[in-house]
């Protein structure tokens, strides 16, 4: 598919989402409003080409930004680093470490891949444009983009994916014996912990190429977001999430407003309201990072701050409807043998039935333990799948109404694609 | 490493247990005596006694294959060892220079003021606990130290008499202390350590997952403290610390076949696992101090030879220290299958200590075996005696910066970090 022809599919305005003042706070609110835009835009897509799926919306947008925008890229295989990883990595082949499916995930090219965490950057970047005053060569003429952008994209990336390898390791400090080798495991998470710090030393060292302070910091907060995401609420002895025990609507605490994004994440009032805490752990886990990301693309372009906030404020949303989207998953094929204990549909169903809780109580140990077919059972007939497609239905209308401050051009009109296509499938 | 083989160099260290420091360091006074260079023992801080005799040429030009810079050092040292008169020290003057105690005021509240810089940056309590662990005021202190020493010896050198310690340098100092701490607590995972400072280490308190990502907190929170300094090289230089440390960590993965590569390959690893931090700190502080390029880099090969020297007598300390001492058990390294300094030396004179170096002393009693080899080889005094190389190579490299207390406390330093016990 051609650009032009993507633009012509997409010449009705996919972006007219019903504006928002979106403020950060907002992020935290109830999902009051209904959106209606998004219904229209997938009847526009879908009478041009029946199927924009994910993959080909990923694809044509990679073509908008140069190359794929993967860190896995030649340079990164051929480093000593890499190298030795993966020669132990042979050595575990065959034991049950978790660090060999995190890095399987790393390689196929599904949908919850991180890889298009930095086409995100990179399209964002091109669609907000640049100032005029930024030197050529500090550009990529042809992909439209600044080298800068582009080395932080690369930083998204690699945070985003030493945080899943650290998370990757194994507890071997729990009480339960850990399916394994103990040898094995411990290999392996000597492993993980180094190729995640060799990651996160890269990037930290990406950063301070681009000798911006302001951005290192936003960043560096970024990446302090995601470890305290690892602490949000109960956990099993694997540090498997567990969602906290519902509270009744009015014994909910004040709800509190993340004013500054590079202090943390204010925690008041979000245990026992399972919304609100959907909503903290997926900005700690991902929001955040997509966002402040976002923001600080717009920064190196030379933006106002009003509109870097912008930028935090669609990567944040677009992150949570991403969530919400892969949370539904779960219930929309057949029944799975177990799903996410922290998903949007499972928090809504539990928070209007709290006697379900003591399902979750069963998974203190291990979320293994866990009876996943009643509660399946409950989610199917209570309201958290309907509740959840209006949640991501807020986000992404959240995310829509950003992009439609960028001026009209092929990266605004491939995100735009993008977000479709996460809409479209559900 | 032919460069300093042991037929070539004859360094007598009279008593291989150097007593010291008690577990105080901070709160003794250290009385250094004036005395005159001569070959007769030298009291220093009043207990310890300690001789040091060096003998003939001490480095051929030979082992050029070990020509890493470490080695070049201590061959431009070797010669300015012979010209000092045998065993002779410094001579600091008759005042009281115990750099600790100079320092008090700036170090004082220096883990108060990281912990609360840790605890502003998380709403997570268990976060809070983990990450604060090790700031528990029990640590020497000594990168941050170092830092506040250097910083005040390169105000005062620039600035004269009248300098103060900049906020942003006691920054630095804060900032060193926690990378060291977050790299600490990886280790613990990837080592599973059992002891710490005295105490259980974090693995064993806490869920390893939790624990990696605590280590991920501090260095976030460190990366945010670099970037309120506001200074592009300042940062540069400190991110330079973190991917030195993973680089180092990796090197230790592997070993190398051959003797010299092997050396080669332990002092480039040592640099970047333990010296890159304290050379590239100090080298910060002296760029904040607004130094000119030559002290900036005096600034960091001081902290680069005084951090060598630190390591290798941790690496001998291993092999003689007690448990107790230490506050982790010992021979630890040759448990985790490393071979240090000490073993490297031995297996001139023990080659079947070679293949358990290849095997990384994984099979039965091979740790006991290489443990009283290196004890019956000369391998720990020509350990001593390249920390006291690299350490009197920083101590000429702080002579070079103007005369001041923090000057003399730079000096002082080496001879702590040579001397001390734990």
Known sequence: MSLSRLRNVLKCDLVKASASSASISKLWGPCTKEVSTCSTQRGSVAQHSSKPDWNRAVSEAEKIVGYPTSFLSLRWVLSDEIANVALHLRKLVGSNH????????????????????????????????????????????????????????????????????????????????????????MFGNKIALLSGDYLLANSCSELANLRNQELVELMSSAVRDLAEAEFLG?????????????????????????????????????????????????????????????????????????????????????????????????????EPASFSLVGAPLAFTLQARPELYEYIEAGRRSVHDVDYHALYKAVLEGPGIEQTKRLQREHVSRACAVLDSFPPGDARTALANIIVAMHHEI | MACLSSSRLCARVQDKLLCQFGHKVRRQTVFVKLKPPGPSPLRIFGKTCQRVTTCGPACGSGGASAATSAAGVARRLASSLQSTSTG???????????????????????YEDIRAELEKNTNQAELNTIATYYFDGQGKALRPMVAILMARAVNYHVYGENSALLPSQRQVAMISEMIHSAS??????????DFRRGKPSVNVLWNHKKVAMAGDFILAVASMMIARLRSDDVTLVLSQVVTDLVQGEFMQLGSKETENERFAHYLTKTYRKTASLIANSVKAVALLSGADESTCELAFQYGRNLGLSFQLVDDLLDFVSSAQAMGKP?????????????????????????????????????????????????????????????????????????????????????????????
Request: proline share 6%; aromatic share 6%.
């Open chain 2, 88 to 110: 002779s020290l410094p001579d600091y003057g008759t005042q009281i220079v115990d750099p600790y105690r100079l320092l008090e005021d700036d170090l004082n509240g220096i």
């Open chain 2, 184 to 193: 600490l607590i990886h280790d613990d995972v990837i080592d599973q350590s």
């Open chain 1, 98 to 185: 978790p660090l060999l499916k995190t890095a399987k995930n790393l390689i196929y090219n599904g949908k919850n891949n991180m890889q298009a965490w930095g086409l995100i950057v990179l399209l964002v970047s091109k669609a907000a444009g640049h100032s005029p005053e930024i030197p050529d060569m500090e550009q990529d003429k042809a992909a439209g983009v600044l080298h800068s952008q582009r080395a932080l994209a690369e930083v998204t990336e690699m945070i985003r994916t030493s945080h899943l390898v650290h998370k990757g390791l194994v507890n071997m400090n729990a009480r339960q014996q850990v399916a394994g080798e103990p040898d094995d495991m």
């Open chain 1, 234 to 334: 109960d956990r099993d002895e694997q540090n498997n999430p567990l969602p906290s025990r519902p509270v009744p609507e009015g014994e909910w605490g004040p709800d509190s407003e993340w004013d500054c994004i590079v202090d943390p994440l204010p925690m008041t009032g979000v245990t026992g309201c399972l919304q609100r805490e959907w909503v903290a752990r997926h900005v700690l886990a991902a929001g955040a990072l997509l966002g402040k990301s976002c923001s600080a693309a717009l920064k190196l372009a030379g933006h106002k701050p009003a509109l870097q906030t912008q930028g935090y404020l669609f990567g944040c949303h677009l992150a949570l409807a991403w969530q919400a989207f892969l949370d539904l998953e779960a219930f929309t094929g057949p």
């Open chain 2, 330 to 422: 010992t021979a630890a390294d040759l448990k985790l299958g490393l071979a240090t300094a000490p073993v490297l030396f031995a297996c001139e004179k023990y080659p079947e200590l070679n293949p358990m170096i290849m095997r990384r002393f994984q099979e039965a009693g091979d740790v006991e075996k290489a443990f009283e080899l290196v004890h019956k080889s000369r391998g720990l005094e020509q350990t001593r005696f390249l920390a006291r190389k690299h350490g009197a190579e920083a101590a000429r490299l702080a002579h070079d910066l103007a005369d001041s207390p923090y000057q003399k406390g730079l000096v002082v330093t080496t001879d702590l970090v040579l001397n001390r016990i734990k």
